[in-house]
């Protein structure tokens, strides 16, 4: 990028710089500390020169956007077309009030759908099921049958929509009652634009809502790329998370490697099970985190679009631009919430939102100021989304794209998290793929780590928290939150009764069995769970019948 | 008391939080405690049966999904079914404010909620231990 004789006049400039005014200053005014690192442990230079990104290759690293390998951005316009998708993750107490507050998110110009699932409908147990008991409405929305599925997206046309849904484990059973409540809506299913999560390998490493063990879910993930390949084809079959990695205490570097060697064995498994991978690749879509470190974060996402580009190119050998384009989601991070002086959480987001919207995200939650103390308010929800829009509005980021690009540090540390996630890529393989890495408790043990260090940090003050171990004030008692009515979980289980008595349980029955025969065998299960949903059959007999064939996943206890 | 101070990380109900419960349990065992960890998603009962076959001094349960109020009442309950009363009983996560008077009503001895130092939770533990 430069000729090597300015290199050298630019070193000798820095040289002469630190050697003088810079010695004199710290003889007066020592730095704030001895060193500076980013959460990924880099070390950040007092200054960055082009001597940084000496070898710099413009084509080759950055290239333009929408194009190989989209380390600008995976749309040629970006937020000069249209912004990105905000879209709020919202769901709790039963699908009446969800439906609700669905409908309140999109009157104040949210433009997609986000749904959470409480824990029973995530592990598939139905409301009565004995581990329900006090997790019912509490997390998100409890689903029992396709009839909660009609109530909660009633009113919404589905055509119109784009939604995305928190599930993993039983992914096929919502995305089935999702497109049986298309179909009585008149909508088909080649129309449906959304995303499930489907991401179990996340769940084993950090996330915990896992049920089948890793091989039957496999299946059911590849069978599902399978089907909406042919049949849902607008639908992003998997949302391949690093926001729970980071949430679980890994670096930047961390989330990176580990969401990608994830992909990677998804790719595989979908290879292995006879697809071609340009028609599905197209549909993979992440999950990434947005956190305090601004800069890291941006050179994070890029970092990420660079090296999915490269592996789908080169280790995978797609052909379609598109099955190498890194698509993602971000939500703004939970765990740097505090529960001491709320209010300053919606500074954080703002600078996190900053952070997703620099690094070139998508689709964008940001998490309310209350989060650390319950479910958000709905007056903090609608802050949180105000948030985005005064980004997207007012703040002249998104008028030019991926603005950061050629910073001397960005670049250079968006080489680095490369580097480092490649490292970690490189180790995982070695162990014989993500799937592996997990069963040994490499990645789990890779994470703690990390939190672990973090928090002592934190707690020798050599990271601060405002609020929490510095600037602390006497608080009052946070009054206004949002409560769950524990009566949810009672009126739940009532209908959940009147279900089981009023539809036609022969054909529930019928269905089941041939489901579970299915399972037994090879065939791609989506027609037969989605024939089970369309008798009422509920989430939680749909999953024992599969728990039945495949047993259930034994977490590795890793301290 | 001659032998390290025994203590049951537990994590009750379907929440998948784990990140906090692990740190906790590292800084007790740093701390030269022995630490037993449950991991995910254990009923009452099998953290009840836990604390009795490990013998612990020390019950530390950890919730983030809202489920407290339901699970943390019936560890303690149970425990004292099985005569167990000279155990020292946790909890954590996000709890509100206003659910802390009825939980330690119930026998749950402290609450410690999000930003807590492990320093903190480890001095409790030293004295407030029962036996």
């Given at each position: 990028m430069f000729d090597e004789k300015k290199i050298e006049e630019i070193k000798a400039g820095r040289e002469n710089w630190e050697n003088g005014k810079v010695k004199k200053a710290i003889d007066k005014f020592p730095e704030r500390k001895e060193k500076f690192t980013t959460s990924s442990g880099f070390e950040v230079k007092r200054l960055y020169t082009p001597e940084d990104i000496e070898d710099f290759d413009y084509n080759e690293k950055l290239g333009y956007p929408g194009q190989y390998p989209f380390t600008r951005g995976v749309q040629p316009t970006m937020y000069r077309g249209r912004l990105w998708t905000m879209r709020q993750y919202a769901g709790f107490a039963t699908a009446e009030e969800s439906n609700k507050r669905y409908k309140y998110l999109l009157e104040q110009g949210q433009t997609g759908l986000s749904v959470a699932f409480d824990l029973p409908t995530q592990i598939g147990y139905?409301?009565?099921?004995?581990?329900s008991e006090g997790e019912v409405g509490k997390v998100g929305v409890a689903i029992d049958s396709l009839k909660d599925m009609e109530i909660l997206f009633d009113g919404i046309p589905l055509d119109k929509v784009s939604t995305s849904m928190t599930i993993n484990a039983p992914a096929s059973v919502l995305l089935a009652m999702y497109i049986a409540v298309a179909e009585k809506q008149g909508v088909s299913k080649d129309k449906l634009r959304g995303t499930i999560q489907n991401d179990i390998l996340k769940e084993y490493i950090a996330r915990g809502t896992y049920i089948f063990p890793p091989e039957p879910s496999m299946r059911l993930i590849t069978d599902i790329f399978e089907y909406c390949s042919k049949?849902?084809?607008?639908?992003?079959?998997?949302?391949?998370?690093?926001y729970h990695i980071r949430e679980a205490g890994s670096t930047a570097a961390q989330e990176v490697a580990f969401t990608l060697a994830d992909g990677i064995a998804y790719v595989e498994a979908a290879l292995k099970a006879g697809l071609d991978v340009d028609d599905f690749a197209p549909r993979l879509s992440f999950f990434f985190n947005a956190h305090n470190n601004l800069l890291e974060e941006v050179a994070k996402f890029r970092a990420a679009r660079r090296i999915w580009a490269n592996i789908m190119k080169?280790?995978?050998?797609?052909?379609?631009?598109k099955s190498m384009m890194l698509k993602f989601h971000t939500q703004t991070a939970?765990?740097?919430?505090?529960?001491?002086?709320?209010?300053n959480n919606i500074i954080r987001v703002t600078i996190q939102t900053l952070a997703a919207v620099l690094g070139g995200t998508q689709s964008l939650h940001t998490n309310s100021r209350d989060e650390a103390l319950a479910l958000p308010t709905e007056e903090s929800v609608r802050i949180a989304l105000r948030t985005q829009q005064i980004v997207g509005y007012?703040?002249?980021?998104?008028?030019?794209?991926?603005?950061?690009?050629?910073?001397y540090y960005i670049e250079s540390l968006t080489d680095k998290i490369e580097e480092e996630a490649m490292r970690y890529i490189e180790t995982i393989d070695e162990l014989g793929g993500a799937p592996k890495a997990i069963a040994k408790g490499y990645i789990q043990k890779e994470i703690q780590n990390s939190s672990y260090k973090y928090q002592m940090a934190v707690e020798a003050q050599e990271e601060i928290v405002v609020g929490v171990n510095k600037f602390q004030i006497e608080e009052e008692q946070h009054k206004d939150i949002l409560r769950v009515d524990p009566e949810v979980e009672r009126l739940q289980r009532e209908k959940l009764s009147q279900l089981r008595k009023q539809r036609d349980n022969e054909k529930v029955d019928e269905s089941l069995k041939k489901l579970g025969k299915a399972a037994e065998g090879e065939e791609n299960l989506m027609p037969f769970i989605l024939e089970a949903v369309k008798t009422y059959a509920t989430l939680g007999e749909i999953c024992d019948v599969l728990r039945e064939v495949f047993g259930e996943y034994e977490q590795s206890v890793i301290l | 008391m001659d032998r390290p101070i025994r203590v049951l990380v537990a994590k009750p109900g379907?929440?998948?939080?784990d990140r906090g419960a692990k740190v906790v349990a590292r800084a007790l065992r740093d701390a030269g405690m022995e630490v037993i960890y449950t991991g995910l998603r254990q009923t009452p009962e099998q953290i009840v049966a836990a604390a009795i076959q490990e013998d612990v001094d020390v019950v530390a349960m950890s919730i983030l999904s809202g489920a407290h109020n339901h699970l943390f009442p019936k560890v303690v309950n149970l425990l004292r079914e099985q005569g167990v009363d000279d155990v020292l009983i946790l909890g954590g996560g996000v709890i509100p404010e206003d659910d802390i008077p009825g939980l330690k009503e119930a026998g749950v001895e402290a609450i410690f909620t999000p930003g807590t130092s492990t320093k903190d939770i480890v001095e409790y533990i030293q004295t407030h231990i029962k036996r």
């Amino acid at each position: 990028m430069f000729d090597e004789k300015k290199i050298e006049e630019i070193k000798a400039g820095r040289e002469n710089w630190e050697n003088g005014k810079v010695k004199k200053a710290i003889d007066k005014f020592p730095e704030r500390k001895e060193k500076f690192t980013t959460s990924s442990g880099f070390e950040v230079k007092r200054l960055y020169t082009p001597e940084d990104i000496e070898d710099f290759d413009y084509n080759e690293k950055l290239g333009y956007p929408g194009q190989y390998p989209f380390t600008r951005g995976v749309q040629p316009t970006m937020y000069r077309g249209r912004l990105w998708t905000m879209r709020q993750y919202a769901g709790f107490a039963t699908a009446e009030e969800s439906n609700k507050r669905y409908k309140y998110l999109l009157e104040q110009g949210q433009t997609g759908l986000s749904v959470a699932f409480d824990l029973p409908t995530q592990i598939g147990y139905d409301s009565d099921h004995a581990l329900s008991e006090g997790e019912v409405g509490k997390v998100g929305v409890a689903i029992d049958s396709l009839k909660d599925m009609e109530i909660l997206f009633d009113g919404i046309p589905l055509d119109k929509v784009s939604t995305s849904m928190t599930i993993n484990a039983p992914a096929s059973v919502l995305l089935a009652m999702y497109i049986a409540v298309a179909e009585k809506q008149g909508v088909s299913k080649d129309k449906l634009r959304g995303t499930i999560q489907n991401d179990i390998l996340k769940e084993y490493i950090a996330r915990g809502t896992y049920i089948f063990p890793p091989e039957p879910s496999m299946r059911l993930i590849t069978d599902i790329f399978e089907y909406c390949s042919k049949e849902v084809p607008k639908w992003n079959t998997i949302s391949i998370s690093g926001y729970h990695i980071r949430e679980a205490g890994s670096t930047a570097a961390q989330e990176v490697a580990f969401t990608l060697a994830d992909g990677i064995a998804y790719v595989e498994a979908a290879l292995k099970a006879g697809l071609d991978v340009d028609d599905f690749a197209p549909r993979l879509s992440f999950f990434f985190n947005a956190h305090n470190n601004l800069l890291e974060e941006v050179a994070k996402f890029r970092a990420a679009r660079r090296i999915w580009a490269n592996i789908m190119k080169n280790r995978f050998q797609a052909k379609k631009e598109k099955s190498m384009m890194l698509k993602f989601h971000t939500q703004t991070a939970g765990s740097t919430l505090t529960a001491q002086q709320p209010d300053n959480n919606i500074i954080r987001v703002t600078i996190q939102t900053l952070a997703a919207v620099l690094g070139g995200t998508q689709s964008l939650h940001t998490n309310s100021r209350d989060e650390a103390l319950a479910l958000p308010t709905e007056e903090s929800v609608r802050i949180a989304l105000r948030t985005q829009q005064i980004v997207g509005y007012e703040s002249g980021v998104t008028d030019t794209i991926d603005p950061l690009a050629g910073s001397y540090y960005i670049e250079s540390l968006t080489d680095k998290i490369e580097e480092e996630a490649m490292r970690y890529i490189e180790t995982i393989d070695e162990l014989g793929g993500a799937p592996k890495a997990i069963a040994k408790g490499y990645i789990q043990k890779e994470i703690q780590n990390s939190s672990y260090k973090y928090q002592m940090a934190v707690e020798a003050q050599e990271e601060i928290v405002v609020g929490v171990n510095k600037f602390q004030i006497e608080e009052e008692q946070h009054k206004d939150i949002l409560r769950v009515d524990p009566e949810v979980e009672r009126l739940q289980r009532e209908k959940l009764s009147q279900l089981r008595k009023q539809r036609d349980n022969e054909k529930v029955d019928e269905s089941l069995k041939k489901l579970g025969k299915a399972a037994e065998g090879e065939e791609n299960l989506m027609p037969f769970i989605l024939e089970a949903v369309k008798t009422y059959a509920t989430l939680g007999e749909i999953c024992d019948v599969l728990r039945e064939v495949f047993g259930e996943y034994e977490q590795s206890v890793i301290l | 008391m001659d032998r390290p101070i025994r203590v049951l990380v537990a994590k009750p109900g379907l929440d998948g939080h784990d990140r906090g419960a692990k740190v906790v349990a590292r800084a007790l065992r740093d701390a030269g405690m022995e630490v037993i960890y449950t991991g995910l998603r254990q009923t009452p009962e099998q953290i009840v049966a836990a604390a009795i076959q490990e013998d612990v001094d020390v019950v530390a349960m950890s919730i983030l999904s809202g489920a407290h109020n339901h699970l943390f009442p019936k560890v303690v309950n149970l425990l004292r079914e099985q005569g167990v009363d000279d155990v020292l009983i946790l909890g954590g996560g996000v709890i509100p404010e206003d659910d802390i008077p009825g939980l330690k009503e119930a026998g749950v001895e402290a609450i410690f909620t999000p930003g807590t130092s492990t320093k903190d939770i480890v001095e409790y533990i030293q004295t407030h231990i029962k036996r």
